[in-house]
């Protein structure tokens, strides 16, 4: 099968998702079932390609959206939100990784809160 | 039918010269209003509001985050009388979900061809509560010549001299500006309207200074010259953002008008040096826009920018601080990182700082902010240098006999009150 050059070790495919409004929304996606049972979710924010909204405005949602698609538990699903270098030498476009933590409310996530990780601590989650 | 059409005040930047532009949003709007509605349109900016109960439905149009406020506040006056209120515009999509709760409706994306169901829905008494057209932005060919019969135009005059109407070629674009919500107001392709159609609208502008709103003209190298081209024989004289750095490109906008520019100056860099130098030599001016507060940026750096601005001769330059508007990376990476301390609307005034600066503190950042306008205009005020910009497009005007004498009956008025020295 042939791979897409966009894809790389945090990203293995496209997910569409709701945005804002409902507007359709894409962005890069990697599942790991971990060792430890639980699914590593990486979400990579692909900003010209995505023509709707951008991953951390809707993270909640996206994240819910995810979850329902995954057949994971609410809470054995791990969620990174990745921003790719896009080579810019505004040091705003470097890359980041950040894990997301939700509410459960029983139907969705909400109220995400971001710890920013090291791409070697991604690394042993990815592992784990 | 009458319609009543608002663009609600805000609070303009301490200390800095207060003008007043006629709005493009509402003119815009206006021109998809179906024809059988009589539209009474009020600029809050320029004249008082009177509200009342003599208008069928209310629509509000915002553009700024620091209108959104006194939009909510003027909406619930109206419903209280029972009034049906709309809104729309930029910042009626940047705050959608707020706005809601004042609002019997709000349209979110681009009005042409919609108008006419949203007239007819209110007049079955069915106004949705939303119409998102977000992702569906309209046929290109359907934007036709602004409404701008609604404007009380003497509003718009400072001691008899006239201010530069809007206008627009395009729509959208491509890029993803770390301080910009476009990518989210106009989608993430760029937009550019068919020539025939601007050159259209243009010719029936009886204003002959313009200022070309589009995000950026660079987009569309082609397109851009074929522009320029048709725009050549209208002898209009204009401001836009950014043009292409081609020189072919600059030599066509000299030709066509093009009076000065609004570059953003981000560093200290040769390109920067250059591209400065490069407007010069084809005569057009330029207005440096400062963003100050950015993550890369030290009180070093600060200082050190401010310096660079003026060996590289800029004719104007605006400085503003980062406001992290909804709907922009500033404002994903700030939240992120829980940096944002105030959510007061009317602070997103790009004069106020709003969250945590990563290398000083907010009152440092808020003193480099003044520091950098009284330095940069130490020399020479700022109405100086904008005497200057206006004295060299009248020289222009003169050369292509389109110049045309300020006003005398308005020559004691600015913006339709009696002149002080705000201006």
Sequence with gaps: METNPAFNKYMDRYYDYLGHWDSPSKCGLKLIKRQDGKTLAIATEIYRQNPGTAVTEVVDSLATQILKTSGEAPGGLIFIEHTPDLGSKLTFYGESFDR?????????????VWTRLTKEQVDRMMEE | MKFKLIY??????????????????????????????????????????????????????MMLTTQVKRGWEIADQYRALGKKVIFGGISTMLHAEETMLH???????????????????????????????????????????????????????????????LFHASRGCIYDCYPCAVRYLGGRGFRPRPIDRVVEELSQMDNNRLFIVDNSLALDTEWEKELFKAMIPLKKKWVSHTIEDKNEVLDLAAQAGAWYVYQAVFDTSDYIRNRIKQYHDYGIAVEGTILLGLDNQTEDDIKRLIDFLLEIDLDLAEFTVLAPFPHTKAYSDLLKQNRIFDKDWNHYNAGKVVYQPKHMSPERLTELYHYAWD????????????????NRVMSKELADGTYTARRRDLADLSFGKKVTDTV
Excluded: C
Excluded at chain 2, 19 to 45: Q, R, S
Excluded at chain 2, 124 to 135: A, C, Q
Excluded at chain 2, 375 to 390: G, R, S, V
């Design chain 2, 375 to 390: 330095t940069f205009y130490k020399d020479e005020p700022q109405t100086m240098k904008m005497f200057n910009l206006i």
């Design chain 2, 103 to 165: 609002a019997d409706s709000v349209f979110l994306g681009e009005v042409e061809g919609r108008l006419e169901q949203v007239f007819a829905d209110f007049r079955k008494n069915d106004l949705k509560k939303i119409y998102n057209y977000l992702s569906k932005p309209p046929d290109m060919n359907l934007i036709g010549p602004a409404n701008r019969n609604i404007l009380k135009k003497d509003l718009y005059y400072h001691k008899g001299f006239r201010m530069v109407d």
């Design chain 1, 100 to 112: 997301v933590e939700f509410e459960w409310n029983g139907e969705k996530f909400s109220s995400p």
């Design chain 2, 8 to 61: 609600p005040r805000w609070e303009k930047l301490e200390g800095q010269t207060i003008f007043y532009l006629p709005p493009h949003g509402p003119v815009v709007m206006a021109a998809a209003v179906p024809e059988d509605i009589e539209i009474d349109f009020t600029d809050e900016n320029v004249e008082d509001l009177v509200i009342d109960d003599s208008a069928d439905l209310v629509g509000i149009s």
